[in-house]
């Protein structure tokens, strides 16, 4: 479903990113493990066309088509995802009506009807109710005054109601305490699915004891250097980055 | 004719070495109509209308236009005015002025200045409210009207004495005491009849009494060639306890001009709520000259400027705290595109008798483009010492990470930044609290980013 070959990314004539190969397949759920300052956040900003970052050799290929050369807007019509580490506070633009403006365009997109306010609000009242939120923040400003765990409940909200065919996850569980923790998780969980694929970045294997991966990679000084299965993610949390950097 | 401008009377202050009106020929023509037309405008009989003209012609004749030399038109250049000819518009008397809202309210239409009682419709008004215009009222030498012509309006200023000059008509409107008058829709129409660049100075008075209240919706629009100057002038008291809202939609075309003066009197706990969205014409100078002039007083100046292209939309106020306990709230947005250039200037005065005043003002403004320019200056004048006063002002761009976050959601870019634009403006249209009113300026913003990005 995604397959990333030979990339190579600069941020500001810095290479960030030396020589990524990866490859998921649709329902699995594969995780990147690394420390700080590995390039876990670049790689997934790189896939949701962020600007400023500039590609040096390399390709990412997504559902058969070449994702760099699409615009942001066009990779989450395909169905790509980022739940972003920092959700942006958007002052002003209510969380309901930029919730339903999303679907609508992911829906034209896809060939299918929009919805209008009442039928959107049908469709976001349970998934609303899921994830622990309350109906209240739908009527403020996005991300507006949220508390970090709000924010990050926010995100999957709009996962759950995009239903995209593959999720990237940077670092959702930074911020959460363990019950916010495992309510996100099992949003994240109920949209497991063998036609969906998943990439759930982490520093810490917390989220993993929760949000189980099919595979697990390693991401050091911009390069995988071992993967392997759940059972990797629970070694590296024993032994810590430390012995791998300075073998890398 | 240019040699035929009038000198100063004697007994006028004369200030050495004032630089002399930039000399313009059509300050010139501009007092010849005055001349010519004193016998026929509407009240030339009346000893104190004639009076009140000849003063106004008199202070114009003195001043000319106001040039970028004076601290209070610094950004903004009236040089478009100075150069241009303009003659009196024509009757038009086969226009039907497209209508931007549905409403059942009396509705008042001025075409080219006139007020015109075949466009208009005010026989569902209230009892307790009178709506007229002022040629008519002028006509009948009507005396409360006759008292209330610059009573308020700052006519040492040279755009409000021209409009004293050379006002044909406008609107009158009276509220009887405790009189709920519901809402009243005024629109100002320029035609492009006359084929001509044509000027005409609309003189509206307003008036409500003890514990009044209305809504009064004033729209100024245009057809696409009219290359009119609108030279505005309101003057609005509120007696105590009076409520206005009072909303003000100027969308006019890429050839006009409008200059307006507001001056209000707010008086002991009354109430001026307004709300002024500007799309521009070519150039808008949009001044509101505001008194708190009773305790517990209340003022709120809001808007929003939006200006694409060349257009060039300058706000300025004057709020005056006279009397103590009184509030003045302003928020006023800016969002510029392309070449625009905008100006926001404000000025809050304290008298020393105003203790516990409550002043607050925000003025914020978006840059689209790196041509565009925003000119901001907000003062205070303080002279009571128990006061709170704050100001602030921004200027931002866009910001990219909230236009990527909604683009990674699938908005496309144009419809993200009109996102963007629509929240950066929400915190001024909210303060509109009627919602169908609400939701008419918000369509009215999401038009103007339309006429942005098809380059209109």
């Known amino acids: ?248 | 004719m240019a040699s035929s401008r009038r000198r100063p009377e004697a007994g006028m202050v004369e200030v050495l070495d004032a630089p002399a009106p930039a000399a313009s020929t059509t300050v010139a023509q501009l007092l010849d109509r005055a001349r010519g037309l004193a016998d026929r405008l509407p009240g030339a009989r009346n000893p104190a209308v004639a009076a009140w003209r000849a003063r106004g012609a008199e202070t114009f004749a003195c001043q000319g236009f106001p040039t970028r030399r004076e601290e209070a038109w610094k950004y903004t250049d009236l040089a478009l005015l100075r150069e241009t000819r303009f003659e009196e518009p024509i009757l038009a008397t086969d226009i039907t002025p497209p209508l931007s809202r549905e409403g059942s309210e009396p509705r008042l239409v001025l075409i080219d200045g006139r007020v015109r009682h075949d466009l208009s419709a005010i026989g569902g008004v209230t009892a307790g409210v009178a709506i007229g215009s002022l040629a008519d009222a002028l006509q009948k030498q009507d005396e409360n009207t006759i008292a209330g012509l610059g009573r308020l309006a700052p006519e040492t200023l040279p755009l409000p004495a021209l409009n004293a000059a050379l006002a044909e008509d406008g609107v009158v409107i009276r509220l009887a005491d405790g009189v709920d008058g519901g809402m009243i829709h005024l629109l100002s129409y320029a035609t492009a009849r006359a084929g001509h660049p044509v000027a005409f100075h609309p003189r509206h008075l307003i008036r409500l009494g003890p514990g009044a209240r209305l809504v009064l919706i004033e729209e100024a629009r245009g057809e696409a060639e009219a290359f009119a100057w609108q030279n505005a002038v309101s003057e609005v008291l509120l007696g105590p306890g009076a409520r206005l809202t009072h909303i003000r939609l100027l969308d006019e075309p890429l050839s006009a001009v409008h200059t307006a003066m507001i001056a209000v009197r707010v008086e002991e706990g009354a109430e001026y709520d307004s709300f002024t969205l500007i799309k521009g014409a070519r150039l808008t100078r949009n001044e509101v000259h505001a008194v708190l002039s009773g305790p517990r007083a209340a003022l709120h100046l809001n808007g929003a400027q939006l200006v694409d292209g060349s257009r060039h939309v300058d706000t300025t106020t004057v709020i005056e705290h006279a009397a103590p306990d009184c509030a003045s709230r302003q928020t006023v947005k800016t969002v510029l595109a392309g070449r625009a250039r905008g100006v926001f200037q404000s000025k809050i005065l304290v008298h020393r008798a105003a203790q516990k005043t409550d002043g607050y003002q925000m003025n914020q403004a978006l840059l689209l483009s790196p041509e565009a320019e925003i000119d901001a200056k907000p003062q205070l004048e303080i002279y009571a010492d128990d006061v709170k006063c704050s100001h602030g002002a921004t200027v931002g761009e866009l910001d990219h990470d909230a236009l990527f976050y909604l683009r990674s959601r699938g908005i496309a870019e144009a419809e993200a930044k009109s996102l963007l634009v629509q929240g950066f403006l929400d915190d001024a249209v909210s303060l509109v609290a009627d919602p169908g009113l609400r939701e008419q300026l918000q369509a009215e913003t999401v038009a103007w980013w339309q006429r942005v990005e098809h380059g209109g």
């Not at chain 1, 699409?70 to 790509?80: I, N, V």
């Not at chain 1, 679907?103 to 009807?113: K, T």
């Not at chain 1, 759950?160 to 916010?180: K, M, N, Q, R, V």
Request: charged share 25%; aromatic share 6%; glycine share 12%.
């Open chain 1, 1 to 248: 479903m995604l397959k990333i070959e030979g990339l190579k990314v600069s941020v500001e004539g810095k290479e960030v990113l030396r020589g990524i190969d990866l490859e998921v397949p649709a329902g699995e759920v594969h995780a990147i493990m690394g420390p700080n300052g590995s390039g876990k956040s670049t790689l997934g900003y790189v896939l949701a066309g962020r600007e400023g970052y500039e590609v040096t050799a390399g390709s990412v290929t997504f559902r058969g088509r070449d994702l760099l050369a699409m615009e942001p807007e066009e990779r989450a019509a395909a169905g790509l995802f980022l739940a972003f580490q920092y959700p942006v506070e958007l002052p002003g633009v209510g969380n309901a009506n930029f919730l339903r403006q999303a679907l609508n365009a992911v829906r034209r997109a896809r060939g299918e009807a929009e919805l209008d306010a009442v039928q959107f609000l049908k469709l976001v009242r349970g998934k609303v109710k899921a994830l622990g939120m309350t109906e209240e923040m739908l009527k403020r400003a996005v991300n507006v005054g949220y508390s970090g765990g709000e924010k990050k409940r926010n995100e999957i909200l709009q996962m759950a109601i995009l239903e995209p065919a593959f999720c990237i996850l940077d670092e959702t569980d930074s911020g959460l305490d363990i019950d916010a923790l495992k309510i996100v998780a099992e949003g994240v969980n109920a949209l497991r699915s063998s036609d969906r694929g998943m990439l759930v970045i982490t520093h810490y294997q917390r989220l993993l004891d929760y949000i189980v991966p099919d595979r697990v990679h390693v991401l050091l000084a911009g390069r995988i250097v071992q993967s392997g299965g759940p059972e990797l993610a629970r070694a590296l949390e024993a032994k810590g980055y430390g012995e791998l950097q300075a073998a890398a």
